[in-house]
């Protein structure tokens, strides 16, 4: 698979969200950080702000649920349009069953791990997914530096896609600029999420493919 970058809204302007998912339109999918204070001590988005987006652009969309209780929220976001539904396993109470629920709707199914969750208990879930997420912040805010300490993790989870032979993404949230994409490149990621390098840039479309220059090296 090509690789992808999923510019995160959460570093947007959310005066004029249509417009800034319409500046990064060449990217492969918006990346959209929901918060509930609970899970994370951070407030963003809802159903509905996604139901907007996804009538606003054309790029599909890749709902990160920094919730509780996703067990219960997520088919609401694969109505509202999300193509792509990340949980947290932290939260999840069955994520197996979630998976699943989340696939027969009809949208990507992926589970992200904080950075203290270790990727090995999961092993046996890895053909459940579409996609698994190494955090490389904890997540909440957007700005944050990028944990290096994650580059073990991402490396160990590519290892394990691998040996499965799976077609699982392994996505990285958190921290990713130019000056730290192609240490996760390296370490095996292939969609990387950045808010504040592409949102902080004078030209959001121009940051996206200087990144995906920078992660192809
Ligand atoms: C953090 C969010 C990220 C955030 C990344 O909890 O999950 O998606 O937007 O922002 P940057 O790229 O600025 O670290
Ligand atoms: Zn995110």
Redesign the pocket.
């Known amino acids: 698979m090509a690789l992808q970058i999923n510019p ?1 809204i959460l570093s947007a302007d959310f005066s004029r969200l249509a417009d800034e998912a319409k500046a990064v339109e060449g990217a492969d999918w918006l ?1 959209v ?1 929901v918060m509930d204070n609970h899970f994370v001590p951070n407030l963003t988005l809802g159903v509905p702000v996604v139901e907007s987006l996804s009538k606003a652009t054309d790029t599909p969309l890749d709902c ?1 649920l920094m919730i509780e209780d996703p067990d219960r929220w997520a088919p609401q976001y694969i109505e509202a349009g999300a193509g792509s539904v990340t949980f947290h396993v932290e939260a999840a109470a069955a994520p197996v069953r979630l998976a699943r629920e989340i696939r027969a709707k009809g949208a990507r199914a992926s589970m992200a791990l904080k950075p203290a969750t270790p990727i090995e208990p999961y092993e046996d879930l890895l053909p459940e997914l579409d996609m698994l997420l190494v955090m490389t912040v904890e997540p909440g805010f957007g700005g944050q530096a990028f944990l290096d300490i994650m580059l073990p993790k991402i490396r160990r989870t590519r290892q394990l896609i691998d040996k499965h032979g799976l077609e699982l993404w392994l996505q990285v ?1 958190g921290g990713v600029s130019a000056a730290t994409i192609q240490r996760c490149a390296e370490a095996g990621a292939d969609v990387f ?1 950045a808010g504040s390098a592409v949102y902080g840039a004078q030209d959001p479309a121009k940051a996206v493919t200087e990144l995906r220059h920078l992660a192809e090296q």
């Open positions: 995160s990346h950080d990160h949230d999420v």
